[in-house]
Every structure is written in C-alpha cells, then in structure tokens.
C-alpha cells in the first residue's frame, strides 16, 4: 500500500501525559500537512511542511504542540501534557510539490484524552 | 470566521437520481476547490478539483461547479449510488509555490435511498 500511513489509529490517554503520532507520507510527496478534526467539523489546518522545513503553523498549535518531519521522510506529531480539548482526530495529508494538486490524506489518530 | 460554508448538514437521494451538495465561499484569495469524501474512522479521500480558471470539471459521474462572482460551486453526482452515501467536504486553497493548505467546511452527510 502506497498511500499515506498513520500509526497508531487508536489513542487513549490520560490527561496531563504526553503522546506522539507518526505519520508517513506518500513516498514521491515533498510536501506534509497536519489536520485536526473534532466531530461536526471540518478538518483544520494545525502545520506544513515542505521536506523537512516546518514553514507554517496554524495558530491552533500551542506551545504543547511540536511537530517534526525530519530527513523530509516521515513526520511525529507530539502533544505534551494532554487536555481533554486535545480530544480529536489527527490527519495527516501529502502532496506532490506543485501548484493546485490534490493533497492525500492517511486514515487519521484518535486521540481520546479520559 | 467560517471561510467555507456547506449550509446543509445532511440530504437524502433516491438510488439513481442526481445529487446536488452546495458549498459557498467568502474568501476572493481562494482559486482551487477540492471535493472530499469521508466515510467513518477513515481519512477524506480526494474526489474532484476545479481551479478558478474553469467553471466546470467533470469526471465520470461527479461534476463540480463554480461560479466566483457568486463564491459557489456545487457538486453533482449522477447517478447516485448507495455506495455514494458519506460525509462529503468542500474544500479550498489559494494557489502557492508551497503551501497550499486546506480550509474546509463542515461537510453534508449525503445519504443513498436504495
């Protein structure tokens, strides 16, 4: 399977620990994007890399929140000192680094903070 | 501020007639839409794109609309199928050596009457 990966699928911490998510993109992909969905909502966007550059963050990703993609391979998305706010689903997409090209995105972390 | 609006939480459909989901905009910097499908405990999976340099994209039994004077665009499905039934997203971005990250609506969930 070639398409993007997320491991693991299923979270379920305590509030105050700390977890960490991986994701690797589509192996062709230069470009990596990290989503959070809640229920009703759309995704939103939390932070974009280009390789390994984080050249963007949403104003969503707290001081608890980092994000790294090193070697420009695969990325962990790491949460420090969980709320139960920080309950949600973590997407992760890539594309291919060209204008108007349709981002794919891995089947998503549960994130369940009790 | 909701950038991308789908005003329409839910609709039903009989098998094999036409289905039509809304989606309007209010940001004049966004000039690629994206259409994404979602079913549950899975990540949205990419149907169908337009760039704003067209008013129509078709392919197979989905077309999408856009009409930028008024910030709509629309996307049919016919005919429509039980397997069609999901939660589906309107997405948009503006085009970017770079980023060209995603902001979504709250998605329709479209339901197939067999």
């Known amino acids: 399977d070639t398409g993007v990966s997320q491991d693991p699928r299923h979270k379920i911490t305590k509030r105050g620990q700390n977890v960490t998510f991986r994701c690797d993109p589509i192996s062709e992909h230069n470009r990596l994007y990290w989503y959070r969905q809640t229920l009703g909502q759309g995704p939103e966007f939390l932070t974009y890399?280009?390789?390994?550059?984080?050249?963007?963050k949403s104003r969503l990703l707290s001081d608890r929140f980092s994000a790294e993609r090193p070697k420009g391979s695969f990325s962990t998305l790491e949460i420090q000192r969980t709320e139960q706010g920080d309950s949600a689903m973590y997407l992760c997409a890539s594309s291919y680094d060209r204008m108007n090209t349709e981002a794919f995105f891995g089947q998503g972390t549960r994130l369940t903070v009790v | 501020d909701q950038q991308v609006k789908q005003n329409s939480p839910s609709l039903s459909v009989q098998e094999g007639r036409i289905s039509i989901l809304n989606c309007d905009y209010t940001?004049?910097?966004?000039?690629?839409f994206l259409w994404y499908k979602k079913y549950p405990a899975e990540g949205p999976t990419f149907l169908i794109s337009i760039s704003s340099i067209k008013d129509k994209n078709e392919d197979g039994r989905f077309t999408v609309f856009l009409n930028k004077s008024a910030k709509h665009l629309s996307l049919h499905i016919v005919p429509s199928q039980p397997g069609d039934s999901a939660v589906y997203f309107c997405a948009a971005s503006e085009t970017n050596f770079g980023n060209e990250k995603l902001t979504f609506g709250t998605g329709t969930r479209l339901t197939i009457i067999p």
């Open positions: 890399f280009q390789n390994e550059a984080q050249l963007e």
């Open positions: 940001n004049s910097m966004f000039d690629y």
